[in-house]
């Protein structure tokens, strides 16, 4: 399976600034993806990132206010933008995985917005 | 949004087989059924998946119904650490996945 390097793990933000999240993968994957939990709540799919082109988001996500880069198939960034309080979740990111192993995620990062 | 039902929590003793049962009575053909659970703060981790066959591996087995309308996840022995959120998904081969709610599965001494 592949391994997931996210950084940072944990952030604490002022509102109304934004922070970048990494994702390296230590091999070549097709698709990547971006989560969002909330506190105390499952995992909600924010978007697909695409190597190439321009990200497939989720309905209730938007460009803007998570834009989304995917420069070549072992990286991407997820921004969050203009953060509020209601920004507070673990993000995390995902790639796609084999017939024989499913899907690996990220440890994810804490983000706090005060 | 997610298309998979199972029960909001359960309770185990140490020791003894914990046995996860999720629907999924509108998988299509091509659909697999993944398994996967988080323990508090980290990140989802895999555990099994199916698509027709039973399967079996190091930390788990997928029971699958013929009309493959259900599934149970067996973790043959429980321990302490297996004490985490399981989600029961559906999902095309290389498709997103979309996370339910989960059964939040407790083992207890």
């Known amino acids: 399976s592949a391994v997931i390097s996210q950084k940072p793990s944990r952030d604490i933000c002022q509102r109304g600034t934004s922070l970048t999240i990494q994702c390296q993968v230590d091999?070549?994957?097709?698709?990547m993806f971006w989560y969002r939990q909330q506190p105390g709540q499952s995992l909600t799919l924010i978007a697909t990132a695409n190597q190439g082109s321009e990200a497939t988001y989720e309905s209730g996500f938007v460009i803007d206010k998570f834009p989304i880069s995917r420069p070549n198939l072992t990286f991407s960034t997820l921004t969050v933008s203009n953060m509020s309080p209601e920004d507070s979740s673990i993000y995390l990111c995902?790639?796609?995985?084999?017939?024989?192993?499913?899907?690996?995620f990220g440890s994810g990062t804490r983000l706090t917005v005060v | 949004d997610a298309k998979t039902t199972q029960p909001p929590s359960m309770d185990c003793a140490e020791g003894r087989a914990a046995n996860l049962p999720c629907n999924h009575s509108t998988i299509s053909g091509n659909e697999y059924v993944y398994w996967y659970r988080q323990i508090h703060s980290q990140g989802p981790q895999y555990i099994i998946h199916g698509l027709k066959n039973n399967e079996t591996n190091e930390m788990a087995s997928l029971i699958i119904t013929e009309d493959r309308k259900s599934s149970t996840l067996i973790l043959p022995h429980a321990t302490l650490r297996d004490t985490a959120v399981y989600y029961c998904?559906?999902?095309?081969?290389?498709?997103?996945?979309?996370f339910g709610a989960g059964t939040r599965l407790a083992v207890h001494p």
């Open positions: 995902s790639v796609g995985g084999t017939e024989d192993y499913g899907y690996t």
């Open positions: 091999s070549q994957v097709t698709m």
């Open positions: 998904i559906e999902s095309g081969g290389y498709n997103k996945l979309i």
